[in-house]
């Protein structure tokens, strides 16, 4: 039996008297167990009398954890039905056909698999002559018979049950302890798209699904170099999720590839259901801090490019994001669009986006700062300032609007396309201009918050985009509680936890944080490609040289 470890003191609180009911005396009754935060405790209860659970016989409790395939098909249907309830679940399916005189039962998942691939391999299998499986049946289907270019044995019930699960297709032979398993999966999954978040005018269009031999496809497309290593692990003890981290061996750092390894195999959670971001925060565990510490990508191209840097990628099955490690604060105000124009048009795309970023955190709490206290209004900025006042106190304006901003998003996200653009304009134009006009609030809160909406929305990483939205609310609230010291204080102790931000190892302000003049000159220049000679040495690359000549 299995028991629970009990965490601080717990009590006992007794369940009513049922001596009368079934029979048990009150020394026998069933008890809740709490602990000091007020959770119960599940225990599995011995029963000293070896009863089984009810409904359930000593044969039926014995195929729940046998795990080896017995000889009789018979056998088999029985072990599939108590191990994964093969008659209870209409999408398991066991047929059942003789090939040569030999009983099989052929195990699937309805919808995981390609019934052309199954048609043909069975369309094979009804020409078997009864002397091929005679004898020695498991090899001459293995290496005679079964024309597939994939195929798998599985000596235990549990591995074919977690292949098929997966995606294959176990044929079980009668008098075989072996099962063998053919790889025909064909997860539903939609075309490779370019990503909403990362669109190009020019450049490719494909971008990650929630397939994972898709997106590692599409990146070994990219990269044909055979030191491109994809390793995979499974997480979950139920959902047994597939992570594969990708990297190239001669470049990537070998102490990052193998922590990270570690880090995914030690992980002992019942699934991951939300994919990547459930692994990030279990990997990085980076509590409270909302700034990212991974870049997400769904482009092919962009993983490409990170890898032969020396970056570690990890894919997550089901999902159509990488998450891209080590990173720092500027990879995160990177586009793909910044190298798909020439250097200088680039450099300069890279540089609105760094004044979008830096608006949409210090842009309102500025313009507050200066309306609260005009001495640290410069003279070049009298004009700055509403021309009348209005009802609302100037902070509670910019929470209200705030506040209504992120409303407008989440509406915009569950509203249908079509409706959309009617939603957009009844928020801009009657909620907005009517504020305004009633006196609710001044058009300079409006005019100062648009900018830094757009600035926040310029920002390529959303997860970016939402931190610096929380610190400029806190900078908001600072300022307006304590004027120019609270600014001060505030920005400081905002630069300071970014400082101290590691992202495996990696400085999270690198290159101004520890200060370093090529990554600098890297992060504000986009540099033409040929005069990158060498990598960058964030990432600690084993071989640093980009060009040779």
């Known amino acids: 039996m299995k028991k629970m470890l009990n965490f601080g003191r717990s009590h006992h609180i007794s369940a009513p008297d049922a ?83 030999r009983r099989t039962g052929i195990f699937y998942a309805n919808g995981l698999v390609k019934d052309a691939v ?17 004898e020695k049946a498991l090899q001459a289907f293995d290496e005679q018979l079964v024309p597939h270019i994939q195929v798998a044995k599985a000596d235990t019930m549990e591995k074919a049950v977690d292949l098929v699960f997966r995606g294959g297709t176990a044929l079980f032979i009668e008098g075989e302890s072996t099962a063998i398993v053919i790889d025909a999966k064909s997860f539903p999954s939609r075309t490779t798209q370019e990503p909403d978040l990362e669109r190009v005018i020019r450049g490719s269009r494909d971008g ?56 995914i195999k030690e992980l002992e959670l019942d699934g991951l259901p939300l994919a990547e971001k459930q692994l990030e925060e279990a990997i990085i565990k980076k509590g ?37 490690l080590p990173t720092t604060f500027f990879h995160h105000l990177q586009h793909a669009e910044e190298y798909r124009q020439s250097p200088f048009t680039g450099t300069y795309l890279r540089w609105v986006r760094f004044l979008g970023a830096f608006a949409s955190v210090f842009l309102l709490p500025m313009w507050l ?47 249908p396309g079509p409706l959309a653009t009617a939603m957009g304009l009844v928020a801009a134009v009657l909620v907005g201009q009517i504020a305004v006009e009633t006196g609710l609030f001044v058009n300079e809160v409006i005019l100062y918050l648009a900018i830094a909406a757009i600035g926040m929305f310029a920002t390529p990483s959303y997860e970016l985009s939402m931190a610096n939205r929380l610190s400029r609310l806190g900078l908001l609230l600072a300022t307006a509680l304590l004027g120019g010291p609270g600014f001060i204080v505030f920005s400081t102790l ?35 490609i040929n005069t990158a000679k060498t990598r960058l040495s964030l990432t600690k690359t084993i071989d640093g040289t980009r060009q040779r000549t």
């Open 369 to 415: 700062l200066m309306v609260k206290d005009p001495a640290y209004k410069p003279p070049l900025f009298e004009f700055v300032g509403p021309a009348k006042s209005a009802h609302l106190p100037i902070i509670v304006q910019f929470l209200l609007a705030e506040l209504g901003i992120d409303l407008m998003r989440m509406a915009a996200i569950h509203t």
């Open 288 to 324: 409270w801090n909302p700034y990212p510490l991974v870049r997400y990508t769904e482009r092919p191209d962009v993983v490409a490019a990170h890898m032969l840097e020396g970056h570690v990628v990890v894919f997550v099955d089901t999902s159509p994001s990488a998450m891209v």
């Open 208 to 263: 990650f699904v929630e397939t994972l031999m898709t997106n590692v496809s599409l990146v070994r497309r990219r990269v044909r170099d055979p030191r491109l290593k994809l390793e995979l692990a499974e997480v979950g003890e139920r959902t047994k999720t597939d992570v594969c981290v990708g990297y190239i061996s001669d470049i990537a750092d070998p102490h990052l590839v193998k922590h990270v390894m570690e880090k």
């Open 118 to 134: 199954l048609t043909d391999v069975l369309m094979r299998l009804t020409f078997t002559d009864p002397d091929e499986v005679e």
């Open 19 to 101: 001596s009368g009911a079934d029979g048990r005396s009150g020394n026998d009754e069933a008890k809740l167990e709490i602990d000091r935060e007020g959770n119960i405790i599940h225990r599995e209860l011995e029963d000293p009398s070896g009863r089984l659970p009810e409904g359930m016989t000593a044969e039926e409790m014995r195929m729940k954890h046998e795990d080896d395939i017995p000889h009789s098909l018979d056998e088999v249907k029985r072990l599939l039905e108590e191990r994964c309830g093969l008659t209870k679940s209409f999408d398991l399916v066991l047929r059942e056909m003789v090939f040569g005189g």
């Open 494 to 528: 905002w630069v300071i936890v970014l400082t101290v931000q590691r992202s495996y190892n990696s400085p999270y302000l690198w290159p101004f944080i520890p200060f370093n003049f090529m990554g600098l000159l890297s992060v504000i220049v986009r540099r033409p």
